[in-house]
């Protein structure tokens, strides 16, 4: 079967539902051709499968176009059934038969490819298959185009090496037309090997052995394989730059050819209707400017239809059509001068999950198109603007549904170890690939380059990349390192507290973030991934606590957002593996909390927030001077008659180590710290009253001698408690004084408080 794909359908707003089927069936016959005597297929293994399996075959494999900013009518989808063998990666290609039957674009380890096989790290995947280049091709180059493939990837077309490409993340592409033979099947072998965590390579969460927050590798080719034809001087690759603040797109082509004496004209398009248009040399940027420009958000995820023509001598060599959204990402200032996260030049808090990518059926593949738009849809729906893309990058067509829908991404790059000048190198290279293969969707608004310290250089290097990443794309910001690790770099501030929540000292040039937070846990009877033994953060066996629990640390967040929390990331969208963490469970059949409670409670972080007005400030943006002793003092120190006037004096936060969103400014070492201060209380009613603490570990607050608060344990960065009954109603007008005792108990150490009025 011979059939080109069509461009039109689901990829901008102004495609309709009847080309979208001509798509589906024009793609679907592409993958029909049989690879050998056995084309039987069902999902392998006894594992749990997604509500979206159903809808997937040899005949149905991800058939949409996969790459809807850079669209062309001509195509040949080569998803579908091929043959495979596992053997040494040594070994060389299989000699004779292969083991069976794979449905690509599906992994071999996961259930949807057929096989449920693990690839060790000493094995080699192969892959093979036969194709018919279409008769109206004649002509044109022919370009083999690969979406991702994990890792080490060498391929042949007629016994002829064409490429080989190291990235488990980036798209890449050859130009196979050298190697075709003049008519009937063309043969193609892909041949890839992955070490997974035996490797030092870009892998994100996948391990050999599975196990709590580790989950089955992915192996090989997991999107989508492609034919293009394509004219000898082409546009291979577009970059289209937002201008919000002149309503203007500043449009790059990257061409397979010299740009000499070419041209770019460039339309920009509203359902159907032309707004604007420029031209100007291929080799130079063009821009176009937008009259009245409406600006891409979450409220109003409009975007622009683009139609490309590369011309020389008037004459139109190739045309594209794209689209892009008109937004702005940037820091602002508050009242207080901290830093805040801005749209579009407004503040707009951001709120979303942590979301891992993984599907119990596909592993990194999502099942279907639809079911990549169903996690977005659901996001939305649950109150949520943002999605954190974890240490994974996603198919095109997931950051398409995000830019059409209005979610904002942070987008990680997948973690390895990072352990030798090589590992760091690949890194490196690959997340520059990263960033040109999706800059164009105006849906990320952040890079996360690490987490958590995985695979993170030291400070310097940390800083040098987040640097790097800032000047490589000043679109976007930088979270330089999500939690643990801060080098005091990029444009956030970013902790991550279990269960939570909590929040990083405010800063005057990084907005405060809390990056992740919640894992709230429940098993859901007959949609886990094993019977028993399932895993969270915190554990719940009813689902009235699991909600009433949910319910308290949103209300806990709020004061936090209403002091000055820029955005907030909860684990996780959907359980994975043995983690139950999810707000859905892993199959996407069921939300543990009923969607219109999840919206209504999502809504109170938007909505009505608090005042919060600061009695007694801590000491995050300048340090506040306190006295304090590091060794036991008398009887009564915590009263306000106590004469401390011999306690040297110096400015909080104390600590030691790196205590995480904690600004130390005085060295505390010792294993014990004692600290008052006098502050001034204007009277009124001491309703409302809330301690802000940085506290590691185990502090108890006085104020006036009246217990306000003890708090076990440590946090990442700051929490706001509320100041018992008793301490409050200890307060006079006037002078008073807080007494503090934080008692270290192992690796870091700090202490800060500050007191707030919320009302």
């Given at each position: 079967?011979?059939?080109?794909?069509?461009?039109?359908?689901?990829?901008?707003?102004?495609?309709?539902?009847?080309?979208?089927?001509?798509?589906?069936?024009?793609?679907?016959?592409?993958?029909?051709?049989?690879?050998?005597?056995?084309?039987?297929?069902?999902?392998?293994?006894?594992?749990?499968?997604?509500?979206?399996?159903?809808?997937?075959?040899?005949?149905?494999?991800?058939?949409?176009?996969?790459?809807?900013?850079?669209?062309?009518?001509?195509?040949?989808?080569l998803?579908?059934?091929?043959?495979?063998?596992?053997?040494?990666?040594?070994?060389?290609?299989?000699a004779?038969?292969?083991?069976?039957a794979?449905?690509?674009?599906?992994?071999?380890?996961?259930?949807?490819?057929?096989?449920?096989?693990?690839?060790?790290?000493?094995?080699?995947?192969?892959?093979r298959?036969?194709?018919?280049?279409?008769?109206?091709w004649?002509?044109?180059?022919?370009?083999?185009?690969?979406?991702?493939?994990?890792?080490?990837?060498?391929?042949?077309?007629?016994?002829?090496?064409?490429g080989?490409?190291?990235?488990?993340?980036?798209?890449?592409?050859?130009?196979?037309?050298?190697?075709?033979?003049?008519s009937?099947?063309?043969?193609?072998?892909?041949?890839?090997?992955?070490?997974?965590?035996?490797?030092?390579q870009?892998?994100?969460?996948?391990?050999?052995?599975?196990?709590?927050?580790?989950?089955?590798?992915?192996?090989?080719?997991?999107?989508?394989?492609?034919?293009?034809?394509?004219?000898?001087?082409?546009?291979?690759?577009?970059?289209?730059?937002?201008?919000?603040?002149?309503?203007?797109?500043?449009?790059?082509?990257?061409?397979?050819?010299?740009?000499?004496?070419?041209?770019?004209?460039?339309?920009?398009?509203?359902?159907?209707?032309?707004?604007?248009?420029?031209?100007?040399?291929?080799?130079?940027?063009?821009?176009?400017?937008?009259?009245?420009?409406?600006?891409?958000?979450?409220?109003?995820?409009?975007?622009?239809?683009?139609?490309?023509?590369?011309?020389?001598?008037?004459?139109?060599?190739d045309?594209?059509?794209?689209?892009?959204?008109?937004?702005?990402?940037?820091?602002?200032r508050?009242?207080?001068?901290?830093?805040?996260?801005?749209?579009?030049?407004?503040?707009?808090?951001?709120?979303?999950?942590?979301?891992?990518?993984?599907?119990?059926?596909?592993?990194?593949?999502?099942?279907?198109?639809?079911?990549?738009?169903?996690?977005?849809e659901?996001?939305?729906?649950?109150?949520?603007?943002?999605?954190?893309?974890?240490?994974?990058?996603?198919?095109?067509?997931?950051?398409?549904?995000?830019?059409?829908?209005?979610l904002?991404?942070?987008?990680?790059?997948?973690?390895?170890?990072?352990?030798?000048?090589?590992?760091?190198?690949?890194?490196?290279?690959?997340?520059?690939?990263?960033?040109?293969?999706?800059?164009?969707?105006?849906?990320?608004?952040?890079?996360?380059?690490?987490?958590?310290?995985?695979?993170?250089?030291?400070?310097?290097?940390?800083?040098?990349?987040?640097e790097?990443?800032?000047?490589?794309?000043?679109?976007?910001?930088?979270?330089?390192?999500?939690?643990?690790?801060?080098?005091?770099?990029?444009?956030?501030?970013?902790?991550?507290?279990?269960?939570?929540?909590?929040?990083?000292?405010?800063?005057?040039?990084?907005?405060?973030?809390?990056?992740e937070?919640?894992?709230?846990?429940?098993?859901?009877?007959?949609?886990?991934?094993?019977?028993?033994?399932?895993?969270?953060?915190?554990?719940?066996?009813?689902?009235?606590d699991?909600?009433?629990?949910?319910?308290?640390?949103?209300?806990?967040?709020?004061?936090?957002?209403a002091r000055?929390?820029?955005?907030?990331?909860?684990?996780?969208?959907?359980?994975?593996?043995?983690?139950?963490?999810?707000?859905?469970?892993?199959?996407?059949?069921?939300?543990?909390?009923?969607?219109?409670?999840?919206?209504?409670?999502?809504?109170?972080?938007?909505?009505?927030?608090?005042?919060?007005?600061?009695?007694?400030?801590?000491?995050?943006?300048?340090?506040?001077?306190?006295?304090?002793?590091?060794t036991?003092?008398?009887?009564?120190?915590?009263?306000?008659?106590?004469?401390?006037?011999?306690?040297?004096?110096?400015?909080?936060?104390?600590?030691?180590?790196?205590?995480?969103?904690?600004p130390?400014?005085?060295?505390w070492?010792?294993?014990?710290?004692?600290?008052?201060?006098?502050?001034?209380?204007?009277g009124?009613?001491?309703?409302?009253?809330?301690?802000?603490?940085?506290?590691?570990?185990?502090?108890?607050?006085?104020?006036?001698?009246?217990?306000?608060?003890?708090?076990?344990?440590?946090?990442?960065?700051?929490?706001?408690?509320p100041?018992?009954?008793?301490?409050?109603?200890?307060?006079?007008?006037?002078?008073?004084?807080?007494?503090?005792?934080?008692a270290?108990?192992?690796?870091?150490?700090?202490?800060?408080?500050?007191?707030?009025?919320?009302?």
């Amino acid at each position: 079967m011979t059939t080109s794909g069509s461009h039109a359908g689901r990829l901008h707003p102004m495609t309709g539902a009847v080309a979208a089927a001509v798509l589906m069936i024009a793609a679907a016959a592409a993958l029909a051709q049989p690879v050998g005597p056995d084309t039987s297929w069902k999902p392998a293994g006894e594992r749990l499968l997604s509500k979206f399996a159903k809808h997937v075959s040899p005949g149905l494999a991800h058939p949409e176009y996969p790459r809807p900013q850079l669209v062309r009518p001509d195509w040949l989808n080569l998803n579908g059934l091929w043959q495979y063998a596992i053997r040494p990666k040594d070994a060389g290609a299989p000699a004779g038969t292969f083991d069976g039957a794979i449905l690509v674009p599906f992994a071999p380890e996961s259930a949807l490819s057929g096989v449920g096989k693990t690839v060790a790290p000493d094995q080699r995947v192969w892959y093979r298959r036969t194709f018919r280049v279409p008769s109206s091709w004649a002509g044109k180059r022919v370009w083999l185009r690969f979406d991702a493939v994990d890792w080490d990837t060498t391929v042949t077309v007629n016994g002829k090496t064409v490429g080989s490409h190291t990235g488990g993340y980036d798209p890449f592409a050859f130009d196979i037309t050298g190697a075709l033979t003049s008519s009937g099947d063309q043969e193609l072998v892909v041949s890839a090997w992955d070490p997974s965590d035996a490797g030092s390579q870009p892998r994100g969460k996948q391990v050999l052995k599975p196990r709590g927050i580790w989950y089955t590798p992915t192996s090989g080719i997991w999107q989508t394989v492609w034919l293009e034809p394509l004219p000898a001087l082409a546009i291979q690759r577009l970059k289209l730059t937002p201008d919000a603040d002149a309503g203007a797109i500043v449009v790059e082509a990257s061409l397979s050819g010299a740009a000499a004496g070419c041209a770019l004209r460039v339309a920009v398009l509203s359902g159907g209707r032309q707004l604007a248009a420029a031209e100007g040399p291929a080799s130079a940027p063009l821009r176009v400017t937008v009259p009245s420009p409406r600006l891409w958000s979450p409220a109003d995820p409009f975007l622009y239809d683009l139609r490309i023509a590369l011309l020389r001598g008037g004459k139109v060599l190739d045309e594209v059509s794209s689209y892009t959204g008109l937004r702005k990402i940037s820091l602002g200032r508050a009242a207080d001068g901290a830093a805040r996260l801005m749209l579009n030049n407004r503040p707009l808090f951001q709120f979303g999950f942590l979301d891992q990518g993984f599907w119990p059926d596909g592993l990194h593949t999502p099942p279907t198109d639809e079911a990549m738009r169903f996690d977005i849809e659901s996001t939305l729906a649950f109150g949520m603007n943002l999605a954190r893309k974890h240490i994974k990058i996603e198919p095109d067509r997931w950051y398409y549904w995000a830019d059409k829908l209005g979610l904002l991404v942070w987008q990680d790059m997948p973690s390895g170890r990072n352990d030798t000048p090589e590992a760091r190198a690949n890194f490196a290279d690959e997340w520059k690939r990263v960033i040109d293969a999706r800059f164009n969707h105006p849906s990320i608004v952040m890079w996360v380059p690490f987490n958590e310290g995985w695979g993170q250089p030291d400070a310097t290097g940390t800083r040098q990349m987040a640097e790097w990443t800032a000047r490589y794309d000043p679109t976007r910001l930088v979270n330089h390192t999500s939690g643990w690790s801060d080098a005091g770099a990029g444009h956030v501030s970013d902790v991550h507290m279990y269960p939570g929540p909590s929040m990083p000292a405010l800063e005057l040039s990084r907005a405060a973030v809390l990056g992740e937070f919640g894992g709230l846990g429940i098993p859901t009877r007959g949609h886990t991934w094993q019977g028993e033994q399932n895993w969270g953060y915190v554990s719940f066996k009813d689902a009235a606590d699991y909600e009433r629990a949910y319910r308290e640390t949103i209300a806990r967040l709020r004061l936090l957002v209403a002091r000055g929390l820029s955005a907030a990331v909860y684990t996780q969208t959907t359980d994975v593996e043995i983690e139950v963490n999810g707000l859905m469970t892993y199959d996407r059949e069921a939300v543990k909390i009923p969607q219109p409670a999840l919206a209504e409670i999502s809504r109170t972080l938007f909505e009505n927030l608090p005042s919060v007005t600061t009695v007694l400030p801590a000491s995050e943006l300048g340090g506040r001077p306190w006295r304090y002793v590091l060794t036991r003092p008398a009887d009564g120190w915590n009263e306000a008659e106590f004469n401390d006037s011999a306690w040297p004096s110096a400015p909080a936060p104390f600590g030691g180590g790196k205590p995480e969103g904690v600004p130390v400014r005085t060295p505390w070492t010792a294993p014990d710290i004692w600290l008052r201060q006098a502050f001034d209380w204007a009277g009124g009613p001491a309703e409302g009253l809330h301690l802000l603490v940085a506290h590691d570990d185990q502090a108890t607050v006085w104020i006036n001698g009246v217990e306000a608060a003890t708090l076990a344990g440590r946090s990442t960065g700051y929490v706001i408690v509320p100041v018992s009954d008793a301490a409050a109603r200890a307060l006079r007008p006037g002078a008073n004084v807080i007494a503090v005792h934080c008692a270290q108990q192992k690796d870091e150490q700090a202490i800060d408080v500050g007191v707030l009025q919320v009302r």
